[in-house]
């Protein structure tokens, strides 16, 4: 089976744009996470969402939203983009069956904000 | 105060050998969930073992192990047989409360270890 993908690889943009990450979940997994990793440091969440519903956020500004299509698949959205944006996004999938709900995770987005 | 704490910036093992990456947790949630990853230079997470907080023994996967020390709130992760493929970024992850609980997808990550295994 296919784990988590995500697209684009690699993103460069400027400040004050706009930039659109996407990501799809591994089959049969319903929970999509995005998580923000600053070089150095250990990833920060951001969202949760679950059967298309946000489930929890971070302590992130409004700058960031997100969304969860029908088909479990999610996009991570962020305006105004300042320099400080530049990290590595994470998506993650799970169950959310009720047991240890482990979360898997794609092979993320390295954005650079010049 | 940090939840996840992971002391040691960077670890060097001799290939074949065991080492023990450590990782401390704070919370008072008595429902949780901890977790080892491994972070190559590629970058993807790859999730290798996880300790329920109800839990009665140690997991364990493959050469991965989990010192689940419940009274200390450690959860420190055994590599045994050190392989060159192990060189890589370690991080320690919780998840706190109930499922179907707002917080209860989150992850709380530590700062990572940095392991090197020599030949």
């Known amino acids: 089976d296919a784990g988590v993908t995500q697209s684009p690889t690699h993103l460069i943009k400027t400040r004050g744009q706009q930039v659109t990450l996407r990501c799809s979940p591994i089959?049969?997994?319903?929970?999509v996470s995005w998580y923000q990793q600053v070089l150095g440091q250990g990833p920060q969440f951001i969202f949760q969402?679950?059967?298309?519903?946000?489930?929890g956020r971070g302590n992130f500004p409004d700058r960031f939203s997100a969304r969860q299509f029908p088909n479990y698949s999610s996009e991570l959205n962020v305006n105004a983009l300042l320099l400080g944006d530049s990290a590595l996004y994470l998506c993650?999938?799970?169950?959310?069956?009720?047991?240890?709900?482990?979360?898997?995770f794609g092979p993320g987005t390295r954005l650079l904000v010049l | 105060a940090q939840k996840i704490t992971q002391t040691q910036p960077g670890m060097f093992v001799q290939e074949k050998e065991a080492v023990t990456l450590d990782c401390t947790y704070d919370t008072s949630d008595p429902s949780y969930g901890l977790f080892w990853y491994k972070q190559p230079s590629s970058g993807e997470m790859i999730f290798l073992i996880y300790?329920?907080?109800?839990?009665?023994q140690n997991a364990t996967e493959g050469r991965y192990s989990l010192n689940f020390q419940k009274a200390r709130k450690s959860a420190n992760l055994v590599i045994s047989a050190s392989q060159l493929g192990d060189s890589a970024m370690y991080f320690c992850a919780m998840r706190e409360g109930q499922a179907g609980g707002t917080s209860y997808g989150k992850l709380t990550f530590g700062q990572g270890t940095i392991l090197t295994v020599h030949p």
């Open positions: 993650a999938s799970s169950l959310v069956s009720g047991g240890p709900e482990t979360q898997y």
């Open positions: 089959s049969g997994h319903k929970s």
């Open positions: 300790q329920g907080s109800y839990d009665q």
């Open positions: 969402y679950y059967e298309k519903e946000e489930r």
